[in-house]
């Protein structure tokens, strides 16, 4: 039987609950709702599925000790006390992110110092020689969370934060993250049963982001890679069965439908859903929104409008009444979401909202409101059975979560660090004789295995999917295209590019694009 643990899935406020579905979808356990958070429990398995399909989370981490610290030496003891063995080794490397909310640690960077030095002094007391610190890339990366005097340390199993799908080849001045996009669509409701408009799509995430969720692709397929590879306890195989995995993807019967004023928010746009393999899903087109005569029918329309701070166009007041004019006299009978950030840009849209839900976009204090729009009269519409209300939206902002008292922590902690430690010494007999030199060779090495793809995956059945849909971008910096509207040639040879799913493909493309250069 498979070994279950906690875990922690972090996403961005407010998407909380749509996380914790998500989870239980794939089989977590002991589901809570945290602030920014979700704790849960599951084995291996799960793990590797969250950090694949979870489009809400940011990163899945997990635990590996707690404790109470109330100054820096304390912190510093309990670190340098603690069995790294099982994680780390003089020849690997590692990155510490820290967390702190706390009146004692007020500086993040110093408590990773402290913990730094902690793990260096017990690899040097114990070989003489210490783990280096690498800032990208490294074997191992630890995340470090101090709630007052509570810390808890945990491996980061998906390493580059998750909303880094991969896909994004060109953006435009103020994308919307990806992990808020997919999370306000979910939000919403709509799971691709209908057809789905975005009129001011910049860079096309949230068209990219409705694809994946209609054809139930999963987003981490785009990735890369994920920390957790690294790890020594890595089942490659198993890994590679859930990675190749096409089972659960479905035909999409609509249509995807995606606008911009800007020539070349629709030319990153394109690149990018081209990137992603979903281009037979989306139909793009180069005008303003007060432009569109025609709505197409049975759709939700979903879009991100300039707030006025980075992109500030000339007229916004203007351009918050032609959304109302337009939503009101073209797209009847349409449920449309608009994310906004000043209440006098709602109030120009002249509309009443069946939904107000506050929602984070960065640091900003945004709103997501919903807007029913019917055909005629109000009292017509009210007589025929309509409503302008959604009793079925899931308002939840803040989750009211309980914090333990210090004893509660205490104790807890003492559990799951016994709980730890028995472990530790049945991984200890299990591994007994496990042969050093072949765990030398499979993990020492920084360079990626081989993931192949699944020969028995029927690419007739959907015309649309791509071979395939992971693009190897970490060697380019991504074009912002308000600055710079044509790609470079580079890009352009990134994206014209057809890759399998298959870390050979990516190495042999990277190393004949550095034997050009």
Request: with cysteine.
């Amino acid at each position: 039987m498979n070994q279950t643990f906690p875990m922690v899935a972090k996403t961005f406020q407010g998407l909380e609950d749509v996380l914790s579905e998500e989870l239980i979808a794939l089989g977590a356990q002991n589901v809570e709702i945290g602030l920014r958070m979700v704790t849960f429990e599951g084995d291996l398995e799960l793990m590797y599925k969250a950090n694949l399909c979870c489009r809400t989370a940011l990163r899945i981490l997990k635990p590996i000790i707690k404790f109470t610290a109330s100054n820096s030496d304390e912190l510093y003891d309990m670190v340098r006390d603690f069995d790294w063995d099982k994680y780390l080794s003089p020849d690997k490397t590692f990155a510490i992110d820290s967390t702190v909310n706390s009146s004692e640690f007020t500086h993040s960077k110093f408590v990773t110092y402290r913990v730094k030095d902690g793990i260096a002094d017990y690899f040097n007391d114990k070989y003489g020689r210490r783990p280096s610190i690498r800032l990208n890339g490294a074997d191992i990366n630890l995340n470090v969370h101090i709630a007052g005097e509570r810390v808890t340390i945990s491996l980061d199993s998906s390493g580059e934060s998750l909303n880094k799908r991969g896909y994004r080849v060109a953006q435009t001045e103020a994308p919307i993250n990806e992990v808020l996009a997919a999370g306000i669509i979910l939000k919403t409701g709509w799971r691709g049963e209908s057809n789905f408009v975005d009129p001011m799509c910049g860079s096309g995430t949230f068209l990219i982001e409705a694809a994946l969720i209609a054809a139930n692709i999963n987003p981490g397929v785009f990735r890369q890679n994920f920390a957790f590879e690294k790890w020594a306890d890595f089942d490659k195989e198993l890994f590679e069965q859930l990675y190749n995995d096409d089972s659960q993807e479905r035909e999409f019967a609509y249509k995807i439908y995606g606008g911009d004023i800007a020539q070349a928010a629709i030319a990153a746009a394109r690149k990018n859903i081209k990137a992603a393999g979903v281009e037979n899903m989306v139909e793009l087109e180069c005008k303003p929104f007060d432009q569109w005569t025609e709505a197409p029918a049975d759709g939700i329309l979903i879009t991100n409008p300039p707030y006025g701070e980075r992109i500030n166009p000339t007229d916004i007041a203007g351009l918050y009444k032609s959304i109302g004019h337009t939503l009101k006299f073209v797209f009847k009978g349409y449920h449309a979401w608009i994310l906004g950030y000043k209440d006098e840009h709602f109030k120009e849209i002249g509309l009443k909202p069946s939904v107000k839900f506050p929602i984070l976009n960065g640091s900003l204090e945004c709103e997501l409101r919903e807007y029913v729009m019917f055909d005629g009269k109000y009292d017509e519409f009210k007589i025929a059975g309509g409503s302008v209300s959604n009793k079925d939206f899931n308002r939840q902002a803040k989750p009211k979560v309980r914090r333990m008292t210090d004893e509660e922590w205490s104790k807890e902690a003492r559990k799951f660090n016994s709980k730890e430690k028995k472990q530790s010494r049945r991984d200890d007999k299990k591994d007994k004789h496990h042969d050093d030199k072949k765990f030398k060779k499979d993990f020492k090495s920084d360079k990626p295995y081989d993931r192949k793809r699944n020969d028995n995956f029927d690419d007739s059945k959907r015309e649309w999917k791509k071979d395939a849909r992971s693009i190897h971008n970490s060697r380019k910096e991504i074009e912002i295209v308000n600055k710079a509207p044509k790609l470079s040639a580079d890009s352009e040879t990134i994206v014209n590019k057809v890759y399998m799913r298959s870390r050979k493909a990516w190495k042999k493309q990277s190393d004949s694009e550095d034997n050009q250069d």
